[in-house]
């Protein structure tokens, strides 16, 4: 039901407030145009009314601006952006501008530089630094 350009990211249930919200993001611009078109095929699915036969409030949506990178193709929509990558295991965050990508790591140039590989399995977090 998700075209293939763009990607899955999460669901996110709420069962005290009976809602459901689907995360989804793409190379580019994911339009409302689009992500009504998903709800629409979602609902008319039937998926809704088997699971929450009572009803809920459904949602489908793109992350926010400050929601952490998760998959390589959020990367590569924010080449040449800088983000604060968290490594696992590291105490401290690093500031480096996404130079180049690909399905496993990216690598990054830091502000004194040095261009360093980031493996996607290694990152805690990145958060795109706006900057106005």
Do not use: W
Not at 119 to 126: D, H, K, L, M, V
């Amino acid at each position: 039901m998700i075209p293939e350009d763009l990607v899955f990211l999460g669901f996110v249930e709420k069962n005290s407030h009976s809602s459901v919200k689907v995360i989804i993001d793409g190379g580019g611009t994911v339009d409302l145009r689009t992500t009504a078109r998903i709800a629409k095929s979602i609902k008319n699915s039937g998926l809704l009314e088997e699971f929450y036969p009572r009803g809920c409030q459904f949602e489908v949506t793109t992350p926010g601006i400050d929601a952490p990178l998760k998959h390589p193709i959020q990367f590569k929509k924010n080449l040449g952006r800088s983000v604060k990558v968290c490594m696992l295991g590291k105490p401290e965050a690093i500031l480096v501008e996404i130079c180049h990508v690909d399905d496993n790591s990216f690598e990054g140039l830091s502000v004194v530089g040095v261009k360093s590989r980031f493996q996607f399995s290694e990152i805690e977090s990145a958060i795109v630094v706006i900057k106005f």
